[in-house]
């Protein structure tokens, strides 16, 4: 498995629960993004990893958003006191380049709804 | 601020034709721009990309796009569509200059090839 691993694919949730979203980046890449993609929308930023630098935050809608990456691998994004407007396809992304030129390879995405 | 359009909802173009695929782009400083695929249910798969040099590109599956400066334009661009190249495609782009290291993605253009 080379590519990037998120999980869970689908994810149900009620409204006012908090949900956490997996993402497994391709080994030995130093940067990770998370990117929300709505219904008939591009793609939105939320946060960006690089290697034990302070990610940037600066897409993330509320402060009910947040993320870590522990040991420069794994990242895990979090929900709290779901809404519906935050029922989305949440994608991962990751590249081995810091200088922007960089690919970002994308997971397949958790699909996230909330009732 | 960075943005970018792609100014077509939905291309639809017969098998074996040429197709063409609109992005136009505004940022600051001299842009970094992608072209990104996806299929149902799949993250994005990179197509190409333009960082400097020869104005036009060419990617992955037969895809091309060109970098028009004066336009701000980068439109991906194909000589005969095949049926498997339905998909949605997004445009995205990355001021360096800004520091910024993520992407700023259109709202995406869907091509139908018809058999």
């Known amino acids: 498995g080379a590519g990037v691993s998120q999980s869970p694919s689908n994810k149900v949730t009620e409204k006012g629960k908090d949900v956490e979203l997996r993402c497994d980046p391709i080994?030995?890449?130093?940067?990770l993004y998370w990117y929300r993609q709505s219904l008939g929308q591009g793609l939105e930023f939320l946060i960006y990893f690089q290697g034990n630098s302070a990610p940037d935050k600066s897409g993330l809608p509320s402060d009910r958003f947040s993320a870590e990456r522990t040991g420069g691998s794994v990242s895990t994004l979090t929900i709290q006191r779901t809404q519906q407007e935050d029922s989305a396809v949440y994608l991962c992304?990751?590249?081995?380049?810091?200088?922007?030129?960089?690919?970002?390879?994308f997971g397949a995405g958790t699909r996230l709804s909330v009732l | 601020a960075q943005s970018v359009a792609q100014p077509e909802d939905q291309v639809n173009v017969a098998e074996g034709n040429p197709l063409t695929v609109k992005c136009t782009y505004s940022v600051s400083g001299n842009p970094y721009l992608f072209w990104y695929v996806q299929y149902p249910n799949r993250g994005l798969q990179f197509l190409l990309k333009y960082i400097t040099g020869d104005n036009l590109v060419k990617g992955s599956y037969g895809f091309e796009a060109e970098f028009n400066k004066s336009q701000t334009s980068f439109h991906l661009k194909k000589p005969s569509a095949l049926v498997s190249d339905s998909a949605l495609y997004f445009c995205?782009?990355?001021?360096?200059?800004?520091?910024?290291?993520?992407?700023?993605f259109g709202t995406g253009t869907r091509l139908t090839v018809i058999p």
């Open positions: 080994s030995g890449h130093t940067a």
């Open positions: 995205a782009v990355r001021a360096p200059q800004t520091g910024a290291n993520n992407l700023f």
């Open positions: 992304a990751s590249s081995t380049a810091q200088t922007g030129e960089g690919i970002q390879y």
